[in-house]
């Protein structure tokens, strides 16, 4: 039910702020337009947000029998989750990192790069998938794709209006029934993205916490998750991923992107240090 709000939650966020930018560009009729793009948009966000992520990261689907048997590790562990086996896909990528995206748990897929299987042993790469296979049973990845979605549509339409500032802003209609200026489209253009990560940040950070405790009950062990945090967190940091982009960083398990102290505050990672204490904290079953 709390994640079923969510998902109304931002799908409203997200009519709204295209019907806001549509105003600004064409008074009523942008609205009427805008309000077309957030129905257009929300229906891709639902039906095909999963699998725009996984191009976007030139991810390729694993069949059984490949890739150190990841798919058969994954297979496994979803049959002890009670859950269906969820796609398996590699993404051709050296920095080490795995996220998990889909509406539901019929329609999932776990992505990890390659980099994850170089750097992790079995018992830590096990600890990492059940992880992932968390937000998929717990339906965390549909808010996960709606909250990309949504910050890669406002960004885009920041960039839009940048430039309409520079060239100028859109002409102004009637009086009571306006465009935005040059000035308004500057300031919304810096205003977006301040928005999307605000959006991102929503993506409680309560469920990387949740899905940590629940991962380490999975795989029976919560040091194997604590070493294969401590090792992603170190090694991304010198080598950070060169798919995707920051819009897409939340669905990871760690934050794949270099970022500043103050884009930290927006994160919705809790930092590792806390994440690790509290795994150490678990007892192992």
Same mark, same amino acid.
């Given at each position: 039910?709390?994640?079923?709000?969510?998902?109304l939650?931002?799908?409203?966020?997200?009519?709204?702020?295209?019907?806001?930018?549509?105003?600004?560009?064409?008074?009523?009729?942008?609205?009427?337009?805008?309000?077309?793009?957030?129905?257009?948009t929300?229906?891709?966000?639902?039906?095909?947000?999963?699998?725009?992520? +996984? /191009?976007?990261? @030139?991810? *390729? &689907?694993?069949? $059984?029998?490949? =890739?150190r048997? %990841?798919?058969?590790?994954v297979? #496994?562990?979803?049959?002890?989750?009670?859950?269906?086996?969820?796609?398996?896909?590699?993404?051709?990528?050296?920095?080490?990192?795995?996220?998990a995206?889909?509406?539901?748990?019929?329609?999932?897929?776990?992505?990890?790069?390659?980099?994850? +299987? /170089?750097?992790? @042993?079995? *018992? &830590?790469?096990e $600890?990492?998938? =059940?992880?992932? %296979?968390?937000?998929?049973?717990? #339906?965390?990845?549909?808010?996960?794709?709606i909250?990309?979605?949504?910050?890669?549509?406002v960004?885009?339409?920041?960039?839009?209006?940048?430039?309409?500032?520079?060239?100028?802003?859109?002409?102004?209609?009637?009086?009571?029934?306006?465009?935005?200026?040059?000035?308004?489209?500057?300031?919304?253009?810096?205003?977006?993205?301040?928005?999307?990560a605000?959006i991102?940040?929503?993506?409680?950070?309560?469920?990387?916490?949740?899905?940590?405790?629940?991962?380490?009950?999975?795989?029976?062990?919560?040091?194997?998750?604590?070493?294969?945090?401590?090792?992603?967190?170190?090694?991304?940091?010198?080598?950070?991923?060169?798919?995707?982009?920051?819009?897409?960083?939340?669905?990871?398990?760690?934050?794949?992107?270099?970022?500043?102290?103050?884009?930290?505050?927006?994160?919705?990672?809790?930092?590792?240090e806390?994440?690790?204490?509290?795994?150490?904290?678990?007892?192992p079953?």
């Amino acid at each position: 039910m709390r994640n079923n709000l969510k998902t109304l939650m931002f799908l409203a966020l997200l009519s709204g702020a295209l019907m806001a930018f549509g105003y600004l560009f064409g008074g009523s009729q942008g609205m009427v337009a805008g309000f077309a793009a957030a129905l257009m948009t929300n229906f891709i966000s639902y039906w095909f947000s999963d699998r725009i992520v +996984l /191009s976007m990261h @030139n991810a *390729q &689907e694993v069949q $059984a029998g490949d =890739a150190r048997g %990841l798919y058969e590790m994954v297979e #496994r562990l979803a049959h002890r989750a009670h859950i269906p086996t969820p796609r398996v896909y590699l993404i051709p990528d050296h920095s080490p990192n795995a996220f998990a995206t889909g509406r539901n748990p019929h329609h999932a897929a776990i992505a990890v790069t390659q980099g994850l +299987l /170089s750097v992790l @042993n079995y *018992q &830590e790469l096990e $600890a990492v998938l =059940a992880h992932e %296979l968390s937000h998929v049973k717990h #339906r965390d990845t549909l808010i996960s794709c709606i909250a990309a979605t949504m910050a890669a549509t406002v960004l885009l339409f920041a960039n839009i209006a940048r430039w309409a500032s520079i060239f100028g802003g859109i002409q102004r209609r009637a009086e009571n029934d306006r465009g935005a200026g040059a000035l308004e489209l500057l300031v919304m253009s810096i205003v977006a993205p301040v928005a999307a990560a605000l959006i991102q940040f929503a993506v409680s950070r309560a469920r990387e916490y949740e899905a940590d405790s629940r991962g380490a009950s999975l795989c029976g062990n919560p040091e194997w998750l604590a070493n294969a945090l401590r090792k992603i967190e170190n090694i991304s940091a010198g080598l950070p991923l060169t798919s995707g982009g920051p819009a897409t960083a939340h669905l990871y398990i760690v934050n794949p992107f270099s970022s500043s102290a103050l884009l930290n505050l927006f994160s919705t990672h809790p930092p590792i240090e806390e994440r690790i204490a509290r795994l150490l904290e678990i007892r192992p079953e």
